[in-house]
């Protein structure tokens, strides 16, 4: 029973360094000349239970409750731009998120996974956590042939994220502070992948993402390829 069901809890906090490259791999738009600031979590309270059902089968349902000082959202520019890039606002953000996943591996090479968070943002200075989803979802595959062929199919859901927008924005009126409120749909995207391991050095590979062509955007104004296939080799020294 003490491997089925292990509570935990604990709590954290840290100094999180922000720089233009760490900004970038959130947000490729990013201008050049934005303010860098480093996220400072105050604290970050999390407890929850985790344990293993059996050898093949695992589970994990946790709680956090975090504050994030000068931490960094995106809003489109408008003065460097025609809202085609991206300029930051740091604010002090608290975040409640549940989470919570289940996965299974089998004996033949063969594994599954399904993990899901939701999160409520409380802002000090902007009336929204802007571009940050209120859930994610993701169900994950994976099959493995004799280290030889490996695939791997991922479903993601991403929930709903409110956009602050300094232009004008048809049939919406602005909010107090003279800008519009946004609301992006939440999308669903499907990837696959496959490789095949010619030797333990020499690799080929294909990978496909967003196979459903479903259209949403990324960040705001910056909508997905409708489908994306990408191949190529992969060579360890």
Not at 61 to 70: A, F, L, M, R
Not at 80 to 102: P, W
Not at 148 to 166: D, E, H, M, P
Request: charged share 20%; aromatic share 16%.
């Amino acid at each position: 029973f003490n491997d089925i069901f292990v509570p935990y809890a604990g709590m954290t906090g840290n100094v999180e360094r922000v720089g233009y490259r760490t900004l970038t791999e959130s947000n490729p738009w990013v201008l050049h000349q934005v303010p860098v600031v480093n996220t400072i979590n105050r604290f970050r309270f999390f407890g929850g239970f985790r344990g293993s059902v059996s050898d093949n089968l695992s589970f994990n349902i946790g709680v956090s409750y975090q504050k994030g000082d000068n931490t960094p959202l995106f809003v489109n520019d408008t003065v460097f731009s025609r809202e085609n890039r991206f300029s930051v606002i740091y604010d002090d953000v608290t975040t409640l998120s549940f989470s919570g996943e289940v996965s299974f591996l089998s004996n033949q090479g063969w594994g599954v996974g399904l993990s899901g968070r939701i999160f409520s943002y409380d802002t000090e200075n902007e009336d929204e956590a802007w571009h940050l989803p209120t859930y994610e979802f993701a169900v994950n595959g994976s099959y493995n042939l004799y280290d030889k062929f490996i695939a791997g199919i991922t479903l993601n859901l991403i929930g709903n994220r409110q956009v602050k927008s300094l232009w004008p924005v048809p049939n919406q009126e602005p909010e107090d502070g003279g800008y519009y409120n946004v609301e992006l749909d939440p999308y669903l995207d499907l990837g696959l992948s496959i490789e095949y391991r010619y030797t333990s050095r020499l690799s080929l590979f294909v990978e496909a993402n967003n196979l459903t062509a479903t259209k949403y955007d990324i960040y705001y104004r910056f909508p997905a390829q409708r489908a994306l296939v990408l191949g190529g080799a992969k060579y360890s020294f």
